[in-house]
């Protein structure tokens, strides 16, 4: 109980300073909205190759925007955690009884609470603009769950590599490798139809893939369990990781007897 | 909350990568209520013992015992009985001062009456209940230094650690945050860790004052006991023609023995009974004139001189062009 409530407290906090900086939410809202209104114009083109699996490139690429968006949210955790350790602040709560698993946890909420934003944004305006759900309204509130748990996953990423680093300019120089994931994967372009083998085995084994195609296949698929299952696997192991990776770095960034 | 148990240290060495012992050896015993002035220059081990006695950095070897609590064996119970107020205060700007209350009491696990009339009460002592709404962001280094002491303070600590609180703050939030230790160490029976490198707030405020130099403590002592262990006063004498600089040092040299000063003037300590009269009545005898000459009793800062060798100003641009220079 007493843990709960200490994650509760960090999270609370972590909420706090990240709805206080709109400088940091708007971008991180409106970018990918950007992305998505371009291509979604841009490469609709791209509707037209035998086998493209819907004649809307809205539809299939509106994953790509809540994708972008987890991985801002990922920036906003790592670098206020990045500055607490500069600043001192870590510090300060290590001298209370707080304990490790409070601060890792709660520390995600601001990126829990900007994925949460993000993904409502998305999907409001995916839907204002015309994508239609295969999978009707559940499927919209999956995709929402699922998009809100990717932030969180990215999160961790974020967390950890201000742990290791505790540097926030280490952990923004680090954001374009997270980006990098995402432009191997099937972002663009169903992996069935990549012609250029090398970037299709890539894709193939980038986990982001199977997130994207666990949302896409919402939208443009139906149910599909097998995309589905792949993409929350891969999202609750990266949970996992970021989690398990982060509480060895405390461990040693937290040094306090 | 009164403590019983004071600050014991035994053999307290941190080394660092690379051999480099911040801490090497020290020795403290402080009794339960003291205000103990743990005084230096920069880079001298004073905010490495801060962070190992209050257990944020284990230490190589050697003990201590905060509170009556080990600091290896039992972190917690430690953490929970002292308060701390690290060298920077480190508020987040998004925060307002109360709701930095809020998170620093909850985690202290105080409950939600508690939290709200701990949190006024201190707001109130420290002068911020105005305030305690802004965002930090909006506060002076004053404020934020008395917001950093309240949040110390929230669990009612009974030893409190105070690393160089008064840094770069203006004369009056420096004084006002002298009475509060103060009151909280005469008052409340509060142990006090105090680290300065001002010499004014050591005499001023500590019972007794640790002097620490590369990791040593070199001297210790009730600020009265350290000066006496000087004994003579200095005279300080500047020249009026600087053609006379050679020959006034050397009728000052037949009074003491020369001591470290200001580049423009002479300055001895004294080693025989004589007076500034004398001094005077000898410079006029030999036709010697002074612009100033001035006669002090001995500071903390001639304690430091007679054991390190240089003074606390000095030390600190020493340690510091060492720091770079590594």
């Known amino acids: 109980m007493r843990t709960l409530s200490q994650v509760w407290e960090i999270a609370w906090r972590s909420i706090v300073r990240t709805m206080r900086q709109p400088a940091q939410i708007i971008p991180n809202v409106t970018f990918p909205l950007l992305l998505l209104a ?26 790509i925007a809540f994708m972008q968006g987890a ?41 829990v609470a900007l994925g949460t934003i993000q993904a ?6 995916g839907i204002a603009a015309g994508v239609r759900f295969e999978t009707g309204a559940a499927g919209a509130a999956l995709l929402f769950v699922l998009a809100v748990l990717i932030a969180l996953g990215f999160g961790t990423l974020g967390v950890l590599l201000a742990l290791r680093t505790g540097s926030g300019e280490a952990v923004q120089s680090s954001f374009p490798l997270l980006f990098f994931l995402l432009f191997l994967s099937s972002m663009n372009l169903p992996r069935n139809l990549i012609s250029i083998d090398w970037f299709r085995d890539l894709a193939t084994v980038n986990p982001v893939s199977y997130m994207i195609e666990a949302m896409r296949s ?39 007897t | ?158 030893t409190l650690f105070l690393d160089e609180p008064t840094t770069g703050l203006d004369p009056q939030s420096r004084t006002a945050l002298w009475s509060e230790v103060a009151r909280l160490a005469k008052g409340e029976g509060v142990t006090v860790f105090l680290t300065t490198q001002y010499l004014e707030e050591a005499d001023v405020l500590a019972d007794r004052v640790g002097i620490i130099h590369r990791g040593h403590i070199v001297a210790e002592g009730t600020p009265d006991e350290l000066k006496a262990q000087i004994g003579r006063p200095t005279i300080e004498a500047v020249p ?73 100003e000095g030390a600190a641009d020493e340690e510091e062009l060492e720091a770079v220079s590594a």
């Open chain 1, 120 to 125: 409502a944004v998305y999907l409001g305006v």
């Open chain 2, 240 to 312: 009026a023609d600087p053609d006379q600089r050679e020959a006034i040092e050397e009728l000052l040299l037949q009074f003491g023995t020369p001591t470290a000063g200001d580049p423009l003037s002479v300055s001895i300590r004294c080693e025989s009974e004589a007076d500034l009269a004398d001094v005077i009545r000898a410079l006029d005898a030999a036709g010697l004139h002074v612009a100033q000459i001035h006669m002090h009793e001995p500071t903390l800062d001639d304690v430091f001189l007679a054991k390190t060798g240089t003074s606390l």
């Open chain 2, 1 to 158: 909350m009164r403590d019983q148990h004071g600050i014991q240290a035994e053999s307290l060495v941190r080394e660092y990568k690379g051999g480099i012992k911040a801490v090497d050896g020290i020795d403290l015993r402080i009794e339960p209520g003291e205000i103990y002035g743990f005084l230096g220059p920069n880079g001298a081990g004073k905010s490495t013992t801060v962070h190992m006695l209050t257990t944020l950095l284990p230490p190589t070897s050697g003990t201590a015992r905060v509170a009556g609590f080990d600091i290896v064996k039992q972190g917690p119970q430690v953490r929970s009985a002292i308060g701390a107020a690290l060298q920077e205060a480190a508020l987040d700007p998004f925060l307002t001062g109360r709701e930095h209350l809020r998170l620093q009491a909850s985690l202290h696990g105080l409950s939600r009456d508690e939290r709200k009339r701990r949190s006024t009460e201190l707001l109130e002592r420290v002068g911020l209940s105005l305030a305690a709404d802004r965002k930090i962001k909006g506060y002076s280094g004053g404020m934020k230094r008395r917001l950093d002491l309240a949040l110390a303070l929230v669990h009612e600590p009974s």
């Open chain 1, 71 to 111: 991985l801002f949210a990922s920036g906003t955790a790592g670098v206020d955690l990045a500055r607490d350790i500069d600043n001192g602040f870590l510090n300060r709560l290590a001298l209370t009884p707080m304990r490790g698993v409070a601060l890792l946890l709660g520390q995600l909420g601001g990126a």
């Open chain 1, 38 to 63: 371009i291509n979604s114009n841009g490469l609709r083109a791209a509707t037209h190759l035998p086998g493209f699996p819907t004649s809307s490139f809205l539809d299939f690429f509106i994953p």
């Open chain 1, 218 to 256: 919402l939208v443009i698929e139906g149910w599909n369990a097998q995309a589905l299952a792949l993409g929350f696997l891969f999202t609750v192991l990266m949970i996992a990781l970021g989690l398990a990776g982060s509480a060895l770095s405390l461990k040693t960034r937290m040094a306090r």
